[in-house]
């Protein structure tokens, strides 16, 4: 058996040379770079540098996925953010792949979702868990969660195995109208539904908790929210 750790690199060599061998086919390795070593100070130097210095950059990238995420600022408004961004959560590419997602996940073929991105094995979030299970000796007539952009449900999914000892459970998510719909046509059951609106959740649900899961930050107001 061979450790995992000398697979990776393995497979680390092998992405770096590919990189390399896709610049040398689109020319960014002449053969007198190839074949000999040239002054640095040379014309023909400097430009191999320079050709290196692109195969480096595109090897990084390829093994460093990270580096090619853009963090830019400060903004003075929120508004202003906005138009800096060319695409936001209320976009329809990113609803259809969380939608796709979700139904791979009531389907059984994975264990949950993640921001479209599918897991296929059992991760509980168990201070939520928890959280339930302390309402559940309090509440006996069962227990109300508001959860603000939920997104399809994705923590209600995550979770849904560990909710049938809690007994009766409300899930509510507080979405985008796109998502809503997409939701309530879709995914809403007896357990999960759908609101567009804080307000109108609160006025035909009875809350007991409220789920904020790394959302505040993507809220124009937070304090007007809470």
Request: net charge positive; proline share 3%.
């Amino acid at each position: 058996m061979v450790p995992v750790q000398h697979l990776k690199k393995a497979r680390a060599r092998r992405s770096a040379a590919s990189v390399a061998l896709d610049a040398d086919r689109r020319g960014f390795i002449d053969p007198p770079v190839a074949g000999k070593a040239l002054p640095l100070w040379s014309t023909k130097g400097v430009a191999a540098v320079e050709k290196l210095k692109l195969i480096v950059t595109a090897v990084r990238d390829r093994l460093m996925l990270s580096r090619n995420n853009r963090y830019v600022g400060d903004f003075a408004s929120w508004e202003d953010a906005c138009r800096c961004c060319r695409q936001g959560y209320g976009d329809d590419v990113i609803l259809d792949k969380v939608s796709a997602a979700t139904r791979e996940v009531v389907a059984g073929r994975a264990g949950f979702e993640r921001d479209s991105v599918l897991f296929y094995h059992a991760e509980y979030n168990w201070p939520l868990l928890t959280a339930l299970w302390r309402l559940r000796a309090q509440y006996h007539n069962g227990i109300g969660v508001l959860d603000f952009g939920g997104a399809l449900g994705s923590t209600y999914w995550q979770n849904r195995k560990m909710f049938e000892g809690i007994g009766r459970l409300r899930w509510s998510v507080v979405e985008q109208p796109k998502t809503v719909a997409c939701g309530q046509k879709e995914f809403q059951n007896e357990q999960l539904v759908f609101y567009e609106s804080v307000d109108e959740c609160f006025t035909r649900e009875k809350i007991d908790l409220v789920f904020l899961g790394s959302v505040l930050n993507y809220v124009p107001d937070v304090q007007e929210l809470m």
